[in-house]
């Protein structure tokens, strides 16, 4: 497979690689795909007291482009609100990474790993989560 | 020194030996006639060499250069035989019994027969890659005219029982097709100890020329064929169309270079792939071996490495060219069929790598591959969930995946 630059960037030089607490509460942990699909992604998020974002690990069983939507996305939610990261979709993934038609599914899932850490998150914090319903901000692209 | 990227993919193809090359020049620039032309020398000299590259590929597995049919490759020669044989053979019986781990160019026509209305039997395959001789004997009916099983797979390497299943095809009257592409020129293969009635060979895995390969048809009992191809009734009328001269006189430099030199060249890539294996099985753990642990290719070297994606490798090893069964490299997006066939679960078939250690490999190459291959497992690993998930000791098989 013949991949654009910016895969493999993210493929040579994965950004933010790595475990977070999955026990610490404000840690949500989205763990999304299957191995017998070949794909197997972690997002694991950070989320301090304001609803920020501050940080973000990933750890990846996939192709290139599966390792690089990964790690593209723990760039993009970090210094993000929670609501704010909800609206990252595949779409702005595939465009980024240039994805050939083929590896969309990879930057679809990227987006189940965002959407499955901060439901977890959310969940481990239902209380919490009351006092920081803010809009979302709309993305202008 | 060592010369980057190093080419370990021998099993999709090998790079032409420069002695093969040098024979086919002169069939390339002055001896350009046409062997079908009997008027002119251009012609006798064309047709004389192409006689004698006959010669040289039957020798290679012990027939006479007259049941040599020269195609396109082999998969015009697997094509030729199945539905050459079908439709001669057709008053005869409908049923033609082959395996599920074949090349491509069986089964897709194999899968066209059926909707033409023959019946197909795809008989399963062990753990290990091979068929059950019960199965085959199981599988034969009164309308069974034709058996199609390979020498050697080209992924897993596995070689099947050829003589065994020459045997009994031979006892039951049915015909016995052998895609032998994979092992011939690799390992000894013999027409006649085999019992083989027509087997398909190719010029570019024994290291001559892409667009060349051949169909050896028994004439002893004679075994028809229906041709594919109409025209000036080439090939005694089984191929027609103006012949490849240099392509043929390099098949059949590349036949003799592999006859006199195979016994040697075994040894040497059976003892490369053993080493390259041996370092891997060492410094990782979590490794499955695809294929027969000895009924194998000497140089062909298949191996699960569990939790890493087998495209994610390919790029992280780019400086060595082999291939992967994982269904990132396949636009089906499907884990290899043969892999599958073997009981191999998606989840490994998924990270597996083939090594194809051919005639210019080097010791020094195979040390450096088994040193950047472990490195780089291990660096993948470290991005793996799965296996930090094993070693936490949580077995993967009981998480519920949401299969997309």
């Given at each position: 497979m013949?991949?654009?630059d910016?895969?493999l960037?993210?493929?040579?030089?994965?950004?933010?690689?790595?475990?977070?607490?999955?026990?610490d509460p404000?840690?949500g942990?989205?763990?999304v795909?299957?191995?017998?699909?070949?794909?197997v992604?972690?997002?694991q998020?950070?989320?301090s007291?304001?609803?920020k974002?501050?940080?973000?690990k990933?750890?990846t069983?996939?192709?290139?482009?599966?390792?690089?939507?990964?790690s593209?996305?723990?760039?993009?939610?970090?210094?993000?609100?929670v609501?704010?990261?909800?609206?990252?979709k595949?779409t702005h993934?595939?465009?980024?990474l240039?994805?050939?038609?083929?590896?969309?599914?990879c930057?679809?899932l990227a987006?189940?790993?965002?959407?499955?850490?901060?439901a977890?998150w959310?969940?481990k914090n239902?209380?919490?989560?009351?006092?920081?319903?803010?809009?979302?901000?709309?993305?202008?692209e | 020194m060592?010369k980057?990227?190093?080419?370990?993919?021998?099993?999709?193809?090998?790079?032409?030996?420069?002695?093969?090359l040098?024979?086919?020049?002169?069939?390339?620039?002055?001896e350009f006639?046409?062997?079908?032309?009997?008027?002119?020398?251009?012609?006798w000299?064309a047709?004389?060499?192409?006689?004698?590259?006959r010669?040289q590929?039957?020798?290679?597995?012990?027939?006479?250069?007259?049941?040599?049919?020269?195609?396109?490759g082999?998969?015009?020669?697997n094509?030729?035989?199945i539905k050459?044989i079908?439709?001669f053979?057709?008053?005869?019986?409908?049923?033609i019994?082959?395996?599920?781990?074949?090349?491509?160019?069986?089964?897709?026509t194999?899968?066209r027969?059926?909707?033409?209305g023959?019946?197909?039997?795809?008989?399963?395959v062990?753990?290990d890659?091979?068929?059950?001789?019960?199965?085959?004997?199981?599988?034969?009916?009164?309308?069974?005219?034709?058996?199609?099983?390979m020498f050697?797979?080209?992924?897993?390497g596995?070689?099947?029982?050829?003589a065994?299943?020459?045997a009994?095809?031979?006892e039951?009257?049915?015909?016995?097709?052998?895609?032998?592409?994979?092992?011939v020129?690799?390992?000894?293969?013999?027409?006649?100890?085999?019992?083989?009635?027509?087997?398909?060979?190719?010029a570019?895995?024994?290291?001559?020329?892409?667009?060349?390969g051949?169909?050896?048809v028994?004439?002893?009992?004679?075994?028809?064929?229906?041709?594919?191809?109409?025209?000036g009734?080439?090939?005694r009328?089984?191929?027609?169309g103006?012949?490849?001269?240099?392509?043929?006189?390099g098949?059949?430099?590349?036949?003799?270079?592999?006859?006199?030199?195979?016994?040697e060249?075994?040894l040497?890539?059976?003892?490369?792939?053993?080493?390259?294996?041996d370092?891997?099985f060492a410094?990782?753990?979590?490794?499955?071996l695809n294929?027969?642990?000895?009924?194998?290719?000497?140089?062909n070297?298949?191996?699960?490495?569990?939790?890493?994606e087998?495209e994610?490798?390919?790029?992280?090893?780019?400086?060595v060219?082999?291939?992967?069964?994982s269904?990132?490299?396949?636009?089906s997006?499907?884990?290899?069929?043969?892999?599958?066939?073997?009981g191999?679960?998606?989840?490994?078939?998924?990270t597996?790598?083939?090594?194809?250690?051919?005639?210019?490999n080097?010791d020094?190459?195979?040390?450096?591959?088994?040193r950047y291959?472990?490195?780089q497992?291990?660096?993948?690993?470290?991005m793996?969930?799965?296996?930090?998930?094993?070693k936490?000791?949580?077995?993967?098989?009981?998480?519920?995946?949401?299969?997309?």
């Amino acid at each position: 497979m013949a991949y654009g630059d910016k895969v493999l960037q993210h493929y040579e030089n994965p950004k933010n690689v790595g475990t977070l607490d999955k026990n610490d509460p404000n840690v949500g942990t989205g763990l999304v795909g299957a191995p017998a699909c070949g794909d197997v992604m972690r997002l694991q998020i950070k989320i301090s007291d304001d609803g920020k974002i501050q940080d973000a690990k990933f750890k990846t069983f996939g192709c290139g482009s599966a390792i690089a939507s990964s790690s593209l996305v723990t760039e993009w939610v970090k210094g993000k609100t929670v609501d704010e990261a909800m609206t990252i979709k595949n779409t702005h993934i595939a465009q980024e990474l240039s994805l050939p038609p083929v590896k969309i599914h990879c930057s679809v899932l990227a987006e189940d790993a965002i959407k499955a850490a901060i439901a977890d998150w959310r969940k481990k914090n239902a209380a919490k989560t009351q006092t920081s319903q803010t809009q979302p901000e709309q993305r202008a692209e | 020194m060592l010369k980057l990227p190093i080419y370990l993919d021998n099993n999709a193809t090998t790079p032409l030996d420069p002695r093969v090359l040098e024979a086919m020049m002169p069939y390339l620039t002055t001896e350009f006639g046409n062997a079908a032309s009997r008027s002119h020398a251009f012609g006798w000299r064309a047709e004389e060499a192409v006689e004698e590259a006959r010669e040289q590929i039957a020798a290679l597995v012990g027939g006479v250069g007259k049941e040599i049919v020269f195609t396109s490759g082999a998969t015009e020669s697997n094509n030729l035989a199945i539905k050459g044989i079908a439709e001669f053979y057709k008053e005869k019986g409908d049923h033609i019994i082959t395996c599920r781990t074949e090349h491509k160019a069986v089964l897709d026509t194999c899968k066209r027969l059926e909707r033409q209305g023959y019946r197909v039997t795809y008989l399963p395959v062990e753990k290990d890659g091979r068929i059950s001789m019960d199965e085959l004997r199981a599988a034969i009916t009164d309308k069974t005219i034709l058996v199609s099983i390979m020498f050697a797979n080209n992924e897993i390497g596995t070689v099947q029982p050829v003589a065994e299943i020459g045997a009994l095809c031979r006892e039951k009257g049915i015909l016995f097709h052998c895609d032998a592409v994979q092992g011939v020129g690799k390992l000894p293969f013999d027409v006649e100890q085999v019992k083989a009635d027509v087997v398909s060979i190719s010029a570019h895995k024994m290291y001559g020329p892409k667009g060349v390969g051949a169909l050896w048809v028994r004439r002893k009992p004679r075994v028809r064929i229906a041709p594919i191809i109409d025209g000036g009734g080439h090939e005694r009328g089984m191929r027609s169309g103006t012949l490849n001269v240099p392509g043929i006189v390099g098949f059949g430099k590349a036949a003799e270079l592999a006859r006199t030199e195979m016994a040697e060249e075994g040894l040497r890539t059976g003892r490369l792939r053993k080493k390259l294996q041996d370092y891997l099985f060492a410094h990782l753990d979590h490794l499955e071996l695809n294929g027969h642990p000895e009924h194998r290719l000497p140089g062909n070297l298949n191996v699960s490495f569990a939790f890493v994606e087998g495209e994610a490798l390919m790029m992280a090893i780019k400086n060595v060219a082999v291939s992967s069964g994982s269904a990132c490299t396949s636009a089906s997006l499907e884990p290899s069929y043969v892999l599958r066939a073997c009981g191999v679960s998606e989840d490994l078939a998924h990270t597996s790598i083939r090594f194809g250690i051919g005639r210019f490999n080097t010791d020094e190459e195979i040390d450096f591959v088994g040193r950047y291959v472990v490195e780089q497992v291990q660096k993948l690993r470290e991005m793996s969930p799965l296996y930090e998930m094993a070693k936490e000791g949580i077995d993967l098989s009981k998480i519920e995946w949401a299969a997309h």
